[in-house]
């Protein structure tokens, strides 16, 4: 940026800003590098105590992004004939910012504690019912939680619809006025979709995955095609847990994990695409954004469409195993003899309603979000109270996907999100899969050797182009600038529709 | 303590001091974890971020420890009249704040941010220069270490000797009027002892350490040994480095590191068992210093003092491989065929000169300590400059140990201390030699069954005694009240000289 056109007051100020963003996100690094030694490498007995010590970090984080001098630099520098002489990046960091300062402002300090250490008790009840199959063990406090969402959309404010308060967080820009529309053209071709599937005559068989596969030779397999993928292996590392996830702490350490089950070879694959789609989006954004609050993805639905499209596009493609089958079989040459290639690739994308979210395939999985979305949506208006969730849980199931939860371990008690209060997270997994359509239309005819490139085991054209189109840009741009920027148009549902048709019929013949 | 009965104003001081307390650990220990990945888990490309995200946190840290708040706390509550009604624990707290307060009081703000910069990227030049065996690439930064710690002996102020304002960091109340007399005589009986083995013709054989020891094997027999030495494996993790070393983050999460080396299988061992002895003094500390400055060693003598006497008067003992070798042979049954326990014993304590500290044999080490102690003395009095230190290091090489190092790389550049400015440290680890010897000393008049429990594989007894006389106080008392306290007398010389010269009198026929 030219600061020296800059009067000499604004430019201090810029810099003062800056210097406050730089340090944040130093702190946000540590933070990020914390929380996830704590889910990976930690041993169990000192974990309690870095419970409270992260507490005391981010306190000291928080009161940072709304501090006074945040907030007198955020008024100066947001005023029209000082933005007018910013460069667009600085710009977009004002916009981030006084976004994030606004809303955590207003937020009343007492509650916010309060909501904290609910949390954290919420989490471990969770935990507890889930492992017992009894809803009314997190009953109470889902209800606080829920309350206490209900009030910060009305301190938040909407237009609309409360929901869109809590959208927002996750996604920018969003509102139940546009998803609702997009979701039930997406429900509605699922729920056909699968019906004529559960009709076919022609199912892949899946018996290939009924054997044990190595955990020895999985590692070495992910291991092998992640730095294929574009994975930088100098700029992250790959680690197991139970529950996969990716974490940045800056564009040069990208962790991600994966996990190994030895009874689903799928599991780890399919995890790690997922994961890498992830962490190559973070490994790719500009390194000028690098100790500024743009140094992250878009979106959370931008976001998971940069994973989706790795998983989904790419991975569950049949040419991502023209090339990968042959090297899985030399991992796993018993498992795999007289496997063909076709018959692999049938399997992995076979359909089969399941009762969990994070098993389910590609096209039951939006399902599963919409239950989530209208269930959280009907919540926080206050339609629906928690009390009725399971009951509300097991009917939509039964709907949507023909099949009923036999116990709330299995149902409504499966995910972590709502423990933590994430209500408008869900959402963002089945827009990641209609941006992940969309984008995959848009480099279809912009790179039409698309898919010789996958089976040529050439990442390097296609990830060039998402780094060009999406990873570079972190936040700079919204969502909505973002997807019309690079696809021409606004969301639609129609691609993911229409990608989701096609390679089910020529799969099951329909 | 009894809070109610202290005066209202001081009850309420001596409460917002503990708080302060309570937050500098959590910073404490989330910037030691930082540490830690940093060397052991995190991808290169990221470092460099990272160096600069420590600096901005371990300046905020530092801020906390040298704030207002904390003078006047301090202040108010190191009053004679204050103090008198103050618990033991609270006065030992204030005694070690109070002294690191004025010590860092005394370091300009800006110098301490620099100097941390510096240091994180002299240990990576450091790392460079190592691999590429050129001091050169060290110099520059060693330089700047250089001056910045005899500014700091200045600003520190000193008594007699400059260095002795650096000791103190590390060793409270030592000086080099003290440490010259102790290490003037274990040198020249050192020197007297190796001159004698070297004439001995009952030499042990070390021919079995000249075979491959396969690494798998080696972690699995790590692994195997370390929980029954006492190290809790849920309370800590034993990972890979090129350097070990132990680091806590609270006594629930100590995590140390060995390096296995294919053709010298006691690297490793000893590596561990040296570790071991730290971590398992870090997991023993009183539970109720936690998130207290006293929740760490008594002082760096003392500390290494827990991990030679578990390295070298436990693990190096002949006891202690009557119940080990037979395990040790079924991890390597070709590579110990027809090696009986009583050559193998001697074997590790074959005395050899060597270019490496960390590999020499327990009578030699303190020459290379000297040596150390030696350049440090002279570096920090300006007698001599870092330019000159590759010359003078090959040439005392040659005088205590008669041999010439080949390159920088198994000469000057072998230590990682200097690179993170740790001047003073080195003279630690022959102090935890004398401490060890002066403890085991006692350890056999308290504990008579002491060497026939080794022998049994009964660690409990022994670690049992470690902390109660040791572990547990942390930092409750100054180095010289605890040595006094357990052994009933200053730190002596003797104790080491005479334990070495009947060990190797005994091994080597003398």
Redesign the interface.
Known sequence: MELKSLDPNIRTAVEQYKALE??I???S??SS??GW?QKV??????????A???G??RT?QFKLSVSEEMGSLLRLLSAPEVQADLDEITQAQLRERTAEYERFKKIPEDMYRDYVVLTSKANHAWEEARERSDFSLFQPYLEKIVDFNRKMAEIFGYDQHPYDALLHEFEPGLSVAVLDPLFAKLRESSVGLLERINRSGNKPSTAVFEQAFEVDQQKKFNHYFLPILGF??????LDETVHPFAQS???????ITTRYLQNNVRSAVFGTIHEAGHGIYEQNIDPRF??TVLSSGASFGIHESQSRFLENMIGRSESFWTYFYPKLQEHFPKQLEGVSQHDFYRAINSVQPTMIRVEADELTYNLHIMIRYEIEKALINGDIEVAELPAIWNEKMQEYLGITPANDTEGVLQDVHWSFGGFGYFPSYSLGNLYAAQLLNTILREKPDFYADIEAGRFEGIQEWLKDKIHRHGKLYTPEQLIRQVTGEDLKADYLVDYLEEKYSRIYGL
């Open positions: 730089e340090k996100a130093h702190l690094m540590i590098l914390v030694d490498t930690a041993p169990k007995k000192g974990r309690d105590l870095f409270k010590a992260i005391t970090f000291e930088d292996m100098n700029a992250g590392r702490m800056n564009t040069g350490d990208v962790r690098e100790e």
